[in-house]
């Protein structure tokens, strides 16, 4: 049995919390609880992993209100690690529950993180920017010596990156395609799938917990440029006009910039 025993998932009943569980749960024995956190144990995703062996523990509505602390500490009792897979709405909710996690007991928390460096495009990106007072917190003295973190950086998901987010344009897919090519196209990037993600994840708590212990961790399920996307998207739309504009590094940071990095 790994050292962390008992896990908790907040965020469990979307894609990365779903396939968490999955993975914790496909060992029968392998961990001594996997307990799903939700506002809602009574939806058919949580009822369906509670079938699958997942204990779901409600939290309440607010999770930031003062009166909610008891409730979350109650929900807590017994953890080894908290994992928030939460999205960009539920962000600045996890503050309460690292503070819930440190009454608890709970010897580690993972933020929900899942993409670029904060540490380095922070400044420039809004709805990343949002992880910072998170982070910061983790780190801190008055938390640090309560309570363990571990980052997982994994770069863009390849599960929304073609899309319009990302200056795709395939309304008239298959005959045409539009691309929005970041400077001259020729730096590499990370993708990776949600679900894969998950698999990390899963990894890491069955890893020896120093290895982690308050560390950035970062992951990939496969590296490609903006041009070699291109021509992806080329040889599986082999018929397709393919138009490709391309934007500076310094248009790019404006538009980052006036859109707070949420219409991008």
């Not at 690292?98 to 608890?104: F, L, M, P």
């Amino acid at each position: 049995m790994p050292a962390f025993k008992n896990i908790a998932i907040l965020g469990g009943t979307a894609t990365i919390g779903q396939q968490l569980i999955k993975d914790l749960l496909a060992n029968k024995g392998e961990f001594a609880s996997v307990v799903l956190l939700t506002r809602d144990p009574e939806s058919t995703k949580a009822k369906e992993l509670a079938a699958l062996g997942a204990i779901p523990r409600r939290l309440p509505s607010e999770l930031s209100a003062p009166s909610s602390r008891p409730h979350l500490v109650e929900a807590l009792k017994g953890i080894d690690v908290v994992v928030s897979t939460v999205g960009a709405a539920g962000i600045a909710e996890q503050e309460a529950l690292i503070y819930a996690s440190i009454e608890a007991g709970v010897t580690r928390f993972i933020p929900s993180e899942y993409g670029i460096n904060g540490d380095l495009h922070a400044p420039s990106v809004g709805f990343i920017g949002e992880k910072v007072p998170i982070r910061a917190l983790l780190r801190s003295p008055e938390v640090s010596v309560k309570l363990e973190h571990t980052i997982v950086l994994n770069g863009y998901f390849v599960d929304g990156f073609f899309s319009a987010f990302y200056g795709w344009d395939f309304d008239k897919a298959p005959t045409a395609v539009g691309a929005r090519v970041a400077g001259a196209g020729d730096v590499p990037i990370s993708l990776t799938k949600q679900t894969d993600v998950a698999h990390y994840l899963a990894e890491i708590l069955r890893a020896e917990p120093a290895v982690t212990r308050n560390k950035v961790v970062q992951v990939e399920g496969d590296r490609i440029t903006w041009n070699q996307a291109v021509l992806l998207v080329k040889e599986l739309l082999p018929g397709a006009t393919m138009t490709v504009n391309s934007t500076t590094a310094e248009e790019l940071e404006k538009q980052v910039v006036a859109a707070k990095g949420y219409d991008f």
